[in-house]
């Protein structure tokens, strides 16, 4: 039976290429759980593919969505937990009030925790090995000004992942560092972050797309879909880079 894999922020960027990926090269059933449908998403369907609308905030939603999975195709055995909010771009001693930062964390952080309680009970009986690919970002070891929610949120990401790899020693759990990657949080960074970001800072997201040297999503994309399904035993609980030694036998020949 082909593998069932749970993808968060699927419409778009990296969750996109990572549903692409796993149905069209690696022929593994795929739940998307997202709040819009994009046309590229919807270009995927086939009978591999159950589309499910919905907040990943919402936990009705991703009940909703565990359920659908379950029905549709009995058990899910990897989750892609991709889905994720940039703003608000603000400074700690600035005036945005408090539940802003409260709502990124909801979006960011909470709905990691809503989706593995609603999904360990199939994780762990999977017959593939259960596994959980948390999507990071290089803003979780480092500070950088004008980003303290999204920064905040990605380090506790990486703390959850390696608390889930303690908790949980049959089911592989691994955060990965996507890299930069060309996608819609990139253009809101060029294109609001100046107000909050330092200038040095912000010039070089603005350097880097101008020089054409952001990523394109799918190779980073690649290591995901093959994370989801194989990653190894020793990489549970690691927080690790896309382009890292740990991750070359995941990136596409």
């Given at each position: 039976?082909?593998?069932t894999v749970l993808v968060t922020g699927?419409?778009?960027?990296?969750?996109?290429?990572?549903?692409?990926?796993?149905?069209?090269?690696?022929?593994?059933?795929?739940?998307?759980?997202?709040?819009?449908?994009?046309?590229?998403?919807?270009?995927?369907?086939?009978?591999?593919?159950?589309?499910?609308?919905?907040?990943?905030?919402?936990e009705a939603a991703v009940a909703n969505?565990?359920?659908?999975?379950?029905?549709?195709?009995?058990?899910?055995?990897?989750?892609?937990?991709?889905?994720?909010?940039?703003?608000?771009?603000?400074?700690?001693?600035?005036?945005?009030?408090?539940?802003?930062?409260?709502?990124?964390?909801?979006?960011?952080?909470?709905?990691?925790?809503?989706?593995?309680?609603?999904?360990?009970?199939?994780?762990?009986?999977?017959?593939?090995?259960?596994?959980?690919?948390?999507?990071?970002?290089?803003?979780?070891?480092?500070?950088?000004?004008?980003?303290?929610?999204?920064?905040?949120?990605?380090?506790?990401?990486?703390?959850?992942?390696?608390?889930?790899?303690?908790?949980?020693?049959?089911?592989?759990?691994?955060?990965?560092?996507?890299?930069?990657?060309?996608?819609?949080?990139?253009?809101?960074?060029?294109?609001?972050?100046?107000?909050?970001?330092?200038?040095?800072?912000?010039?070089?997201?603005?350097?880097?797309?101008?020089?054409?040297?952001?990523?394109?999503?799918?190779?980073?994309?690649?290591?995901?879909?093959?994370?989801?399904?194989?990653?190894?035993?020793?990489?549970?609980?690691?927080?690790?880079?896309?382009?890292?030694?740990?991750?070359?036998?995941?990136?596409?020949?």
């Amino acid at each position: 039976m082909a593998p069932t894999v749970l993808v968060t922020g699927a419409s778009k960027g990296i969750g996109l290429a990572v549903t692409r990926i796993l149905l069209q090269k690696f022929g593994a059933n795929v739940v998307s759980l997202s709040r819009t449908r994009s046309p590229e998403l919807v270009a995927l369907a086939c009978d591999s593919l159950l589309l499910v609308d919905g907040d990943v905030s919402d936990e009705a939603a991703v009940a909703n969505a565990v359920s659908q999975a379950i029905k549709t195709f009995s058990t899910v055995d990897a989750l892609v937990l991709n889905a994720a909010t940039l703003p608000p771009l603000c400074r700690i001693g600035d005036e945005t009030p408090l539940h802003e930062w409260k709502a990124h964390f909801d979006v960011n952080f909470f709905s990691l925790v809503a989706m593995l309680k609603a999904t360990l009970p199939a994780l762990r009986k999977s017959e593939h090995g259960g596994r959980v690919v948390f999507v990071s970002s290089g803003s979780a070891v480092k500070g950088t000004a004008g980003w303290g929610p999204y920064s905040a949120s990605k380090a506790a990401m990486n703390s959850l992942c390696r608390t889930l790899g303690e908790e949980e020693p049959d089911i592989v759990s691994i955060a990965i560092r996507p890299g930069m990657v060309d996608t819609g949080m990139q253009g809101v960074l060029r294109n609001s972050g100046a107000a909050s970001m330092k200038a040095a800072d912000h010039q070089m997201f603005v350097n880097t797309h101008a020089d054409g040297k952001l990523l394109t999503a799918d190779g980073p994309g690649h290591v995901i879909a093959s994370l989801a399904l194989r990653a190894a035993k020793g990489l549970s609980g690691q927080y690790v880079s896309w382009d890292s030694q740990e991750c070359a036998d995941y990136r596409a020949e």
